[in-house]
């Protein structure tokens, strides 16, 4: 598929979050259309499409460059009917890149039960750093993954010797 990315745009908004309220694992954590416009519509995140060569819409990726894990994909999801064609493989490709240039370590939550996801953060080299129970709803857990390209603070700089 020919795709690129930009901002997402308010008259998006609706569409989008109607992918959220249509799909695991929101549907379990109980978001209702209205719940998913606001976590489309929380401040302070980067707001990411992929869109198809029409312009329309097809993935969507939330960044979050706050907070203690700092290089946060927040949300990720795809259009139901475009998924397994590699939008969501792309859409994790450009948050790296984006996160990155940035910051040597990316972070993303992902619920128990999507073992989809799962295989598929794998795939791209997350690793399970974490595991937090009864974290956004009672009974299930969010996986912490990470992936690295080292400490956030340099090394100190090696002892040249001198006295
Ligand atoms: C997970 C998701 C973003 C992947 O996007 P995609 O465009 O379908 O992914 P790609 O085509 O690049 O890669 C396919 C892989 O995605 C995963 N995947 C495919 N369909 C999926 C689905 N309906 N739900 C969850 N994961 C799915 C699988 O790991 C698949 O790999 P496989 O061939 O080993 O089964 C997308 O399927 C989706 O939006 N799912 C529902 C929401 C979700 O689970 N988001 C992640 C929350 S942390």
């Not at 370590?105 to 953060?121: G, S």
């Not at 794998?122 to 956004?136: C, D, I, M, P």
């Not at 969010?142 to 390209?149: A, V």
Request: hydrophobic letters at 45%.
């Amino acid at each position: 598929m020919d795709m690129t990315f930009r901002e997402l745009a308010e008259d998006e908004v609706e569409r989008c979050a109607g992918w959220l309220t249509a799909s695991e694992p929101w549907i379990a954590l109980g978001f209702d259309q209205a719940k998913s416009e606001w976590a489309l519509r929380r401040v302070g995140l980067e707001k990411w499409v992929a869109v198809d060569s029409d312009d329309t819409p097809v993935g969507i990726a939330l960044l979050n460059f706050g907070g203690p894990f700092v290089g946060y994909l927040q949300i990720l999801c795809v259009a139901p009917e475009q998924r397994g064609r590699g939008i969501g493989s792309a859409l994790i490709g450009f948050a790296e890149e984006r996160i990155f240039a940035r910051h040597n370590n990316m972070f993303i939550c992902v619920t128990d039960f999507n073992t989809d996801a799962q295989r598929l953060y794998a795939r791209h080299g997350f690793e399970q750093v974490g595991r937090l129970e009864n974290f956004l709803v009672t009974g299930h857990a969010e996986l912490l993954l990470r992936k690295t390209r080292g400490p956030i603070f340099a090394p100190p700089a090696p002892n040249d010797g001198g006295a």
